[in-house]
T-cell receptor, first 112, second 115 residues
Framework: AQSVTQLGSHVSVSEGALVLLRCNYS??????LFWYVQYPNQGLQLLLK??????LVKGINGFEAEFKKSETSFHLTKPSAHMSDAAEYFC??????????FGKGTTLSVSS | DSGVTQTPKHLITATGQRVTLRCSPR?????VYWYQQSLDQGLQFLIQ???????AKGNILERFSAQQFPDLHSELNLSSLELGDSALYFC??????????????FGPGTRLLVL
């Protein structure tokens, strides 16, 4: 069965610092991977997705993620954090065209 | 705005009661998914419908049921409610789930509180 593991339930950075949110997947076949963001009291918004077209995926709001098969990872990065990036971030894998299987989420805090 | 609408936004009810959550997918999307988000279980898939037919089931309790109507809107029915059913319930939609790479667009959710 497919699954994802997000390392670190809470990450704190200073404004302007690098953001790195970690996600490792477990899949017996090449997966489709997603990063979603959830702002307080809102639904989930897609940041980016990997569909095997390119290993480096660029998303919205300056975020990007790199698919590394050898490390079974799909870490999310942003060169310079902004206060508005404070939110909860979820990594997810699609299971056979049906359900998204989500990680437990990482809360990103950004301090000034 | 994802284009997925959910009503009501908030729902407060008592144990043993029954409630219905409603979802309208994005225009053109045929597939609807229901997810439950709780502090202890995280985000969990409940059920998926595609063009009116049940496509997949996840960790959905027998007390819960869903359907998708001809106009493609969907309803999630929760009965014999327990305190542990308190959670945020999300609906998501996609055009065609085949293959798994399609984006699922999420609604704002319905926050259910069972007292």
């Amino acid at each position: 069965a497919q699954s994802v593991t997000q390392l670190g339930s809470h990450v704190s950075v200073s404004e302007g610092a690098l953001v790195l949110l970690r996600c490792n997947y477990s899949s017996s076949v090449p997966p489709y991977l997603f990063w979603y963001v959830q702002y307080p009291n809102q639904g989930l918004q897609l940041l980016l997705k990997y569909t095997s077209a390119a290993t480096l995926v660029k998303g919205i709001n300056g975020f990007e993620a790199e698919f590394k098969k050898s490390e079974t990872s799909f870490h999310l990065t942003k060169p310079s954090a902004h206060m508005s990036d404070a939110a909860e971030y979820f990594c997810a894998v699609n299971q056979a065209g049906t359900a998204l299987i989500f990680g437990k989420g990482t809360t990103l805090s950004v301090s000034s | 705005d994802s284009g997925v609408t959910q009503t009501p936004k908030h729902l407060i009810t008592a144990t043993g009661q029954r409630v219905t959550l409603r979802c309208s997918p994005r225009s053109g999307d045929l597939s609807v998914y229901w997810y439950q988000q709780s502090l202890d279980q995280g985000l969990q898939f409940l059920i998926q419908y595609y063009n009116g037919e049940e496509r997949a089931k996840g960790n959905i309790l027998e007390r819960f049921s869903a359907q998708q109507f001809p106009d493609l809107h969907s309803e999630l029915n929760l009965s014999s409610l327990e305190l542990g059913d308190s959670a945020l319930y999300f609906c998501a939609s996609s055009v065609d789930p085949a293959g798994g790479q399609e984006t699922q667009y999420f609604g704002p959710g319905t926050r259910l509180l069972v007292l």
